[in-house]
């Protein structure tokens, strides 16, 4: 069965790429007044109405914009808030939608919104294993929605009022007055003037346009803990979007991953490490320096140990995220026999002479069975 290629979001909305969230708002609220399954009635009307929501519902949330920014459809994939199923899910419901554009049931007036908690970021941030296991300040640049500078946010030209809109008297809502054969009904709608905000900005801001808010760049000083992870996530308050209508400002979420140590293979607080050695080592003992992430510490071979055998270093380990206590996990170090494959003359004669010995003294089928027996060689 073939399928049918969805259209690009922001043609849908029919706005620029680099439109701002009030720009995808107004676009939103003019195409879904036109385009309601209760105001149009054309048999096109509610396809085109579950477009218009899903590709609003993706654009307004910064992190699926900028995954369909980069991957398109693919990145925010089928489960996009109202792409399937209901075409109003991305409103709560029917009648979410119905009081959001038609004031509610019985010709109820709504109040003008007002703040909003401004949008959470994420930003992904890699470490390294030393920055991971000691805890590092890392000065990271974001891009979020400030309260603008030029007008502190009004969204009013600098020595101009924000005045109450005339229109709608400050509700926000309009009412008319419909005859209808069934009687005469009040017909609730969004202000067409202040688009529902009951204001009116007659001289608007030229940085933000109006909108009260801009995106700019800043840079943020933070802590990433001793001890953390991949995955971890690390809250950075009030360092989101600021919210609209002088809403709070939203969070700033750092998804950490940690780049690799050669040395080592990390199971939580655990570290795993091999130690190298000879036949002899193993054999005679010896004591040896084994790399930790606090330098190189000497640790004891007793004789006759076998490879494979596991030693454990305490207190050598990772941190234990968040205790105050300073408690580290614990070091393995695993011994593994390093074969020689470029044995002098001079080297194979020994092995032989203690071959034979090995074999005089009761050491079974001789040194190579030996070596096969314990190191799986020959």
Known sequence: ???????????VLGV????????????????????????????EAEPRFKEINEAYEVLRDPEKRERYDRFGHAGVGAGAPG???????????????????????????????????????????????????RGVDRTVEIRHMEACST??????????????????????QISQVQRTLFGQFSHVSVCPKCNGEGRSIDNPCGECRGAGRARKPKKISVHVPAGVDDGVRLKVSGE????????????????LSVRPDPRFERQETELLTEASLSFAQLALGD?????????????????????????????FGFPLLGDTRGRKGDLHVVARIVVPTDLSDEEKDLLRQFDELHRKHGGGHGFKDFLKGVFGQG
């Not at 007002?114 to 890699?126: A, I």
């Not at 006759?304 to 596991?310: A, C, K, L, V, W």
């Open 16 to 43: 620029n790429r680099d439109a701002s969230e009030d720009d995808l708002r107004k676009a939103f609220r003019k195409l879904a007044r036109q385009y309601h399954p209760d105001v149009n009635q054309s048999p």
């Open 83 to 133: 792409a399937e199923g209901d075409p109003f899910a991305g409103f709560g419901g029917f009648s979410d939608i119905f009081e959001a554009f038609f004031g509610g049931a019985g010709g109820q007036r709504q109040r003008r919104r007002g703040p909003e908690r401004g949008s959470d970021l994420k930003l992904d941030l890699e470490v390294t294993f030393e920055e991971a296991y």
């Open 151 to 172: 007008c502190n946010g009004t969204g009013a030209k600098p020595g101009s009022d924000v005045s109450t809109c005339s229109l709608c008297k400050g509700v926000g």
């Open 287 to 315: 004591e040896v320096e084994i790399p930790t992430m606090e330098g190189a510490h000497s640790l004891k071979i007793p004789a006759g140990t076998q490879s494979g055998t596991e030693f454990v270093m305490k207190g």
């Open 240 to 255: 989101g979007d600021v919210g609209p209508r002088g809403g709070p400002s939203g969070d700033l979420y750092l998804f």
């Open 1 to 11: 069965m073939a399928t049918v290629e969805k259209r690009d979001y922001y043609e």
